[in-house]
């Protein structure tokens, strides 16, 4: 099939990464991947849950939400209740990044990370997990500089990327039209060392081999190494700016 802005099969949608951009929080990242655009805050507050008092240990969290103009027409804002949805992919966001960090290194504190999707095409929840990584990173620099962290918590680099079979092509980061239309849909979470931390897959009509599974894994790994450099650029290259 051919693809939007004729991009080859193992091609990532452009990625940016807009630093700072709500500075109320310590970190916070507008993360555009194609048209899906997540504005990823993370906001360091005194307190843990009350199931981890006298841990020694801090703790991380995360919400998600689809904002209204999200989506054509309008969809409807999570108030009291979040969708099923809604609570997997936050859920999942708030697993990824716990494996990137060492709770011990911001003890009493909670990290609530939050991610609120401006516009959808495909890959909101990668997009959340990707971006959300950078906010965490630049949320332990100001604690840091805060001096309060007791040492760096950052173990690794995490990113997530979409993977799919579209009329027969393995296709890596697929966005809403290729995700509609995907016979297998797959989201790969992984490490900058090619460790994996989730991997969600679903055959859309027939079952799939596991030579497809394989090649659809690699092809995800790959993405995850790719879009690893560049969250890691994208910080060295303000850090280059500034100094």
């Known amino acids: 099939m051919a693809r939007q ?18 500075r109320n929080s310590e970190g916070s990242v507008l ?13 360091a507050v005194s307190g843990v849950p009350r199931w981890m008092r006298d841990s020694g240990k801090g703790w991380m969290t995360a919400e998600y939400a689809m904002l209204p103009g999200s989506v054509a027409g309008r969809k409807r804002r999570e108030t ?6 809604s609570v997997e992919i936050q859920r999942l966001i708030g697993r990824a990044l716990r494996a990137a960090v060492d709770l011990e290194g911001f003890p009493g504190t909670t990290l609530h990370v939050d991610c609120d999707v401006l516009q959808a095409d495909g890959g909101t929840r990668c997009a959340s997990i990707t971006g959300a990584m950078v906010a965490i990173h630049d949320a332990f620099q100001a604690m840091a500089n805060a001096e309060k962290i007791s040492h760096w918590p950052l173990r ?3 990113a997530a990327v ?5 009329n027969g092509e393995i296709l890596l980061d697929l ?6 239309a995907a016979q297998v849909d797959m989201n790969i979470v992984a490490t900058s060392k090619g460790q994996l931390i ?3 897959g679903a055959a859309e009509g027939s079952p799939f081999n596991r030579e497809i599974f394989d090649q ?3 092809l995800g790994l790959a993405g995850c190494a790719q879009i690893g450099e560049m969250q890691q650029k994208a910080v060295l290259d303000v850090q280059a700016a500034q100094s």
């Open 80 to 85: 009291t209740h979040k969708d099923g949805r």
């Open 31 to 43: 993360v555009e991947i194609g048209n899906t655009r997540v504005i990823c805050t993370a906001s």
């Open 198 to 200: 989730e991997v969600q």
């Open 5 to 22: 802005e004729g991009r080859n099969c193992d091609q990532l949608r452009p990625i940016s990464f807009h630093r700072n951009y709500a």
């Open 216 to 218: 659809l894994l690699d």
């Open 175 to 180: 966005d809403y039209e290729e995700d509609f």
């Open 162 to 166: 979409s993977v799919g079979v579209v």
């Open 156 to 158: 690794d680099w995490i």
